[in-house]
């Protein structure tokens, strides 16, 4: 298994990499959100937090996922499995939200700002790992 | 009732907003990626990871349009 800020070589490495990077982010802006929900509302804070930094580790790691399973696929394949993860990405999450909205533990800002606060970290984690990559250029 | 019909409504012209914008993005950034794996197989793993970071930044925007309705 790669070290967790050892330069990826190749696909896997790279998504794997950004797979466990992203959810460690996630799980540490998960603590930083249940601190300051809890301080801000109370138990629903905390909860909020957890499930807004929960659906954004998720939704971030399904896009990895679906290019890495993806590329080792045909082309048809991928393309299938590339828009039709994000068609099924995109129905959960209104589908998620919608059922939220009206819940009583919930606390909307937190929620938010949790959940926009680890998209935004899980997409550096996504640069910075692109960026580090050294992929040839050719594949053998 | 009246004014809570018309806020439903937008709330759900907002949530097509939020999704056809990003739709039209990553639809575009995975069609040029597979015109250009078409025209260059070889070079198909490096053009594979630079479309998903563009998906990855293009979805961002759904999601977090999408989360709107928690703020207002």
Do not use: C
């Amino acid at each position: 298994m790669s070290k967790p800020n050892s330069r990826p070589t190749n696909v896997n490495e790279l998504f794997k990499q950004v797979l466990l990077q992203g959810t460690l982010l996630g799980a540490a802006i998960a603590t930083f959100g249940v601190t300051i929900g809890f301080i801000v509302a109370g138990e629903p804070g905390s909860a909020s937090a957890l499930i807004g930094a929960a659906i954004a580790i998720v939704f971030n790691g399904m896009t990895a996922l679906s290019v890495w399973i993806g590329g080792k696929l045909p082309l048809g394949g991928f393309y299938g499995v590339v828009l039709g993860g994000w068609i099924v990405k995109i129905v959960l999450f209104i589908v998620v939200i919608g059922l939220l909205r009206d819940v009583e533990f919930i606390h909307g800002p937190t929620l938010f700002f949790t959940l926009v606060a680890s998209i935004l970290g899980g997409l550096t984690i996504d640069a910075l790992a692109v960026l580090r990559a050294r992929i040839p250029t050719f594949d053998e | 009732m009246e004014n809570t019909l018309i806020v439903a409504d937008l709330a759900s012209l907002g949530y097509g907003l939020a999704a056809i914008g990003p739709g039209i993005g990553v639809g575009l950034v995975v069609s040029k990626t597979i015109e250009s794996i078409a025209r260059q197989p070889e070079l198909a793993s490096k053009l594979q990871v630079t479309m998903w970071l563009g998906i990855a930044f293009t979805e961002a925007l759904a999601l977090i349009g999408l989360a709107t309705p928690f703020i207002f």
